[in-house]
């Protein structure tokens, strides 16, 4: 079991094996934020289905030797502090995985297949929310975002990023990733978020 770890302060990621040798260490990169990047967890998965598994950061895609392959244009996946990419296959007739990364969906090369420019980055999470068999993207926004005192949620189709649903919450500053699961049994996904104040 390789253990791929992100670090903090200049942005690489770090691949060790299971008895703690370094394995790999990729090249500093980064990314266009005025903000306090804190350590944050990268996904693994075969975005571009070529048998080998990528690394997915935020908006940055590594090939598994931690080479960059590619890193997005728009959305980061970044709520001021945390990074977020989801590769996930929410576009059947588009080739691979798709990486929603905040208010941005990417093909498995990198191009954006939209983006929300009317909102803010953020973090995302993928699921059906509705019940109709396909999926939504969920973007949690938050005051680290430059909201105030408020979160936004926005569940936006994931085939075009139109907004589909969206709720603000007063008297909440700040709103963790968010994570779907039906609670009730009603075949629609709830959202949960942490939040603080
Ligand atoms: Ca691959
Ligand atoms: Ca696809
Ligand atoms: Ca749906
Ligand atoms: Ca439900």
């Known amino acids: 079991m390789d253990i791929v770890a992100h670090s903090e302060q200049n942005a690489f990621l770090m691949a060790f094996e299971r008895n703690g040798t370094l394995k790999w260490q990729s090249a500093q990169f980064a990314y266009p934020l005025p903000i306090n990047l804190i350590a944050s967890p990268p996904a693994i998965a075969d975005i571009n289905q070529d048998g080998k598994p990528e690394?997915?950061?935020?908006?940055?895609?590594?090939?598994?030797?931690?080479?960059l392959l590619w890193q997005g244009?728009?959305?980061?996946?970044?709520?001021?502090?945390?990074?977020?990419?989801?590769?996930?296959?929410?576009?059947?007739?588009?080739?691979?995985?798709?990486?929603?990364?905040?208010?941005?969906?990417?093909?498995?090369?990198?191009?954006i297949i939209w983006y929300r420019s009317d909102l803010l980055d953020g973090l995302t999470a993928v699921g059906d929310v509705d019940g109709d068999s396909l999926p939504e993207i969920v973007l949690a926004l938050s005051k680290i975002n430059g909201a105030t005192n408020e979160i936004r949620i926005y569940v936006l189709d994931?085939?075009?990023?139109?907004?589909?649903?969206?709720?603000?919450?007063?008297?909440?500053?700040?709103?963790?990733?968010?994570?779907?699961?039906?609670?009730d049994k009603d075949c629609r996904a709830e959202i949960l978020l942490s939040g603080n104040r």
């Open 73 to 111: 244009t728009a959305g980061i996946g970044n709520d001021g502090e945390y990074l977020l990419g989801n590769p996930v296959d929410v576009l059947p007739s588009v080739p691979g995985l798709e990486l929603s990364a905040g208010n941005t969906l990417y093909d498995a090369l990198g191009n």
């Open 158 to 183: 994931a085939q075009n990023g139109n907004t589909k649903y969206s709720y603000i919450y007063q008297s909440v500053a700040r709103a963790s990733v968010p994570a779907l699961g039906d609670l």
């Open 55 to 67: 690394v997915i950061l935020g908006n940055a895609v590594f090939d598994n030797t931690g080479k």
